[in-house]
Nanobody, 124 residues
Framework: QVQLVESGGGLVQAGDSLRLSCVAS????????MGWFRQAPGKEREFVAT????????YYAGFMKGRLTISRDDVKNAVYLRIDTLKPEDTAVYYC?????????????????WGQGTQVTVSS
């Protein structure tokens, strides 16, 4: 049974930084590209960042570029997302996801497994 468990969300102030974590189990982690998405109330889930199965390539959403760093630790079966200079519009539930058949997937349907999400709330 595949499980992705996110952590690290919370209430922060505008301008702060945050590092989200996602630990995977029940899959061969090194065979999967990993990604982060977010979903704000009343909006569709949107792509944030992805990292190739071997960690050699990353890709970020343009609207957040420059404020994101995605990384992975294949020993811990974990993927991380650091967000700098947080803004109130970054408030959302952030989801971790795993994709086996794509190099740098950016679409929801490309991901096979999803976590439950972690809430990030940014106050102004």
């Amino acid at each position: 049974q595949v499980q992705l468990v996110e952590s690290g969300g919370g209430l922060v102030q505008a301008g702060d930084s945050l590092r989200l974590s996602c630990v995977a189990s029940g899959l061969t982690f090194t065979r999967y590209a990993m990604g982060w998405f977010r979903q704000a109330p009343g909006k569709e889930r949107e792509f944030v960042a992805t990292i190739k199965w071997n960690g050699e390539s990353v890709y970020y959403a343009g609207f957040m570029k420059g404020r994101l760093t995605i990384s992975r630790d294949d020993v811990k079966n974990a993927v991380y997302l650091r967000i700098d200079t947080l803004k109130p519009e970054d408030t959302a539930v952030y989801y971790c996801a795993a994709a086996r058949d794509y190099t740098l997937p950016t679409r929801v349907y490309e991901y096979e497994h999803w976590g439950q999400g972690t809430q990030v709330t940014v106050s102004s």
